[in-house]
């Protein structure tokens, strides 16, 4: 999911560091406008420490290997902190573990920092459908949860699909490209269902945790 550097043509990677920061001005632009901002802090520390180990659990998806995303969670649970927190987030895992780049640290923090935004506003969903029913919560959480990382996905495979290099072999690229977004259908799957079971969890022993 990380696009590391030297993929990516400059200009790609100078719209990202834009789009990301148009993204990240708006996220705080509405984290300002809420009662006592600093309220979400320690939760935003707590996912965005998540966030940055979980790129190191995998999971097996022959022909590839894929990682924990858990974008679709952060909107979920932390609205419009999650931007600024996945954004914090990639900076470390660049830095630290050489995980994605510095260079792309804009595009990948498009690609999942918007998507989980977009995370969140499915979440909401759940207001429509009865705010107290579990059930709606659990679907909710999990159309969250796999819809962050699907999204992400195909944004990713757009990216790379557009932007093959003329001197390498393109079919080869594609098919690459074609098999590593594949592998993430099954990673949306299961984090849909931890989103799920974690928001039903939290709606039980902490329900404001979940309030907008």
Same mark, same amino acid.
């Given at each position: 999911?990380?696009?590391?550097?030297?993929?990516?043509?400059?200009?790609?990677?100078?719209?990202?560091?834009?789009?990301?920061? *148009?993204?990240?001005? #708006? *996220?705080?632009?509405?984290?300002?406008?809420?009662?006592?901002?600093?309220? !979400?802090?320690?939760?935003?520390?707590?996912?965005? *420490?998540?966030? +940055? /180990?979980?790129?190191?659990?995998?999971? &097996? $998806?022959?022909?590839?290997? =894929?990682?924990?995303?858990?974008?679709?969670?952060?909107?979920?649970?932390? !609205?419009?902190?999650?931007?600024?927190?996945?954004?914090?987030?990639?900076?470390?895992?660049?830095?630290?573990?050489?995980?994605? !780049?510095?260079?792309? +640290?804009?595009?990948?923090?498009?690609?999942?920092? =918007?998507?989980?935004?977009?995370?969140?506003?499915?979440?909401?969903?759940?207001?429509?459908?009865?705010?107290?029913?579990?059930? *709606?919560?659990? =679907?909710?959480?999990? +159309?969250?949860?796999?819809?962050?990382?699907?999204?992400?996905?195909?944004?990713?495979?757009?990216?790379?699909?557009?932007? $093959?290099?003329?001197? +390498?072999?393109?079919?080869?690229?594609?098919?690459? $490209? #074609?098999?590593?977004?594949?592998?993430?259908?099954?990673?949306?799957?299961?984090?849909?269902?931890?989103?799920?079971?974690? /928001?039903?969890?939290?709606?039980?022993?902490? &329900?404001? =945790?979940?309030?907008?």
């Amino acid at each position: 999911m990380h696009i590391p550097d030297g993929i990516l043509p400059a200009t790609v990677c100078l719209g990202g560091y834009a789009t990301a920061g *148009a993204a990240t001005w #708006y *996220a705080l632009r509405k984290i300002n406008h809420q009662g006592n901002p600093r309220e !979400g802090i320690p939760r935003a520390s707590l996912l965005t *420490a998540a966030f +940055l /180990v979980a790129s190191w659990i995998h999971i &097996p $998806i022959p022909p590839a290997s =894929v990682h924990l995303v858990l974008n679709g969670l952060l909107g979920a649970v932390l !609205g419009y902190f999650a931007m600024p927190a996945i954004l914090i987030g990639l900076f470390f895992q660049a830095v630290l573990f050489q995980h994605g !780049g510095l260079t792309t +640290l804009g595009v990948n923090a498009t690609v999942m920092g =918007v998507t989980a935004l977009l995370a969140h506003q499915i979440f909401q969903l759940r207001k429509v459908l009865g705010a107290s029913s579990r059930t *709606a919560l659990a =679907v909710c959480g999990f +159309l969250a949860g796999a819809g962050g990382i699907a999204l992400a996905a195909a944004a990713v495979f757009t990216i790379l699909f557009s932007t $093959i290099p003329a001197h +390498l072999d393109v079919q080869t690229e594609r098919a690459g $490209i #074609y098999a590593l977004t594949l592998a993430h259908v099954p990673l949306a799957v299961i984090e849909g269902i931890f989103t799920a079971m974690l /928001v039903l969890f939290l709606q039980k022993v902490k &329900p404001e =945790v979940l309030e907008d």
